[in-house]
């Protein structure tokens, strides 16, 4: 069974650019989170999609925003890109239960210059 | 709002040993907790998961506790080996709360 997958897997932006990272989750699972770990920090919850809808938000600015799809893969787009948006973007993907164990894809790296 | 803390020294044990690896958490009690290994510039990996009317929950090498009184849980890995060095986080869930992430603690083993 094919894992959580992210695309792309490195990228470089410079400031003011827009970006928009990709995850396809596990085959059955509705729910995708997304995750910004910036160097040598902790994960920080972006996102939450189920279902097609946003069920739930960390606490990020308005340019961080996304959308999940009928087959329920997801974007995150980020808007306006600042230095400290540099970090690993992280996609997982889960079935809605009550557990929530996160299957995580291998991330996305993002340096804005 | 919940705070779920972990160590952030790093360590360091020798090959062989038990390592003891904590995660408390803060205001309310999850319903699970979950930890999980992150090996450096990758994704975390899921390992285990305790329910909160369990005490105790293993897999192999590894085994968890959960200590509703102490809103503690600790994760053990015994025999460790050098290839278990890596980051260890730990995470709450249940519900429909915001999935929370310690910031996790370094495992370094030592041949």
């Known amino acids: 069974e094919a894992g959580v997958t992210q695309s792309p897997t490195h990228l470089i932006k410079t400031r003011g650019q827009q970006v928009t990272l990709r995850c396809s989750p596990i085959?059955?699972?509705?729910?995708v989170y997304w995750y910004q770990q910036a160097l040598g920090l902790g994960l920080q919850f972006l996102l939450w999609?189920?279902?097609?809808?946003?069920?739930n938000r960390g606490n990020f600015p308005p340019r961080f925003s996304g959308r999940q799809f009928p087959n329920y893969s997801s974007e995150l787009n980020v808007n306006a890109l600042e230095l400290e948006d540099s970090a690993l973007y992280l996609c997982?993907?889960?079935?809605?239960?009550?557990?929530?164990?996160?299957?995580f894809g291998p991330g996305t790296r993002l340096l804005v210059l | 709002s919940q705070k779920i803390e972990q160590n952030s020294e790093a360590l360091n044990i020798q090959e062989g040993k038990t390592a003891t690896l904590t995660c408390n958490y803060t205001?309310?009690?999850?319903?699970?907790l979950q930890w999980y290994r992150q090996d450096p510039g990758r994704g975390p990996v899921f390992l285990l998961l305790i329910r909160e009317n369990e005490k105790e929950k293993r897999k192999e090498r590894l085994k968890v506790t959960f200590d509703t009184t102490l809103k503690q849980s600790l994760f053990h890995i015994t025999a460790s080996q050098p290839a278990d060095s890596a980051t260890y986080l730990c995470a709450r869930s249940g519900g429909s709360y915001i999935p929370t992430f310690g910031r996790g603690t370094s495992l370094i083993v030592h041949p």
């Open positions: 999609y189920d279902e097609g809808e946003e069920r």
């Open positions: 997982a993907s889960s079935l809605l239960s009550v557990e929530e164990t996160q299957y």
């Open positions: 085959s059955g699972h509705t729910s």
């Open positions: 205001n309310y009690s999850p319903a699970y």
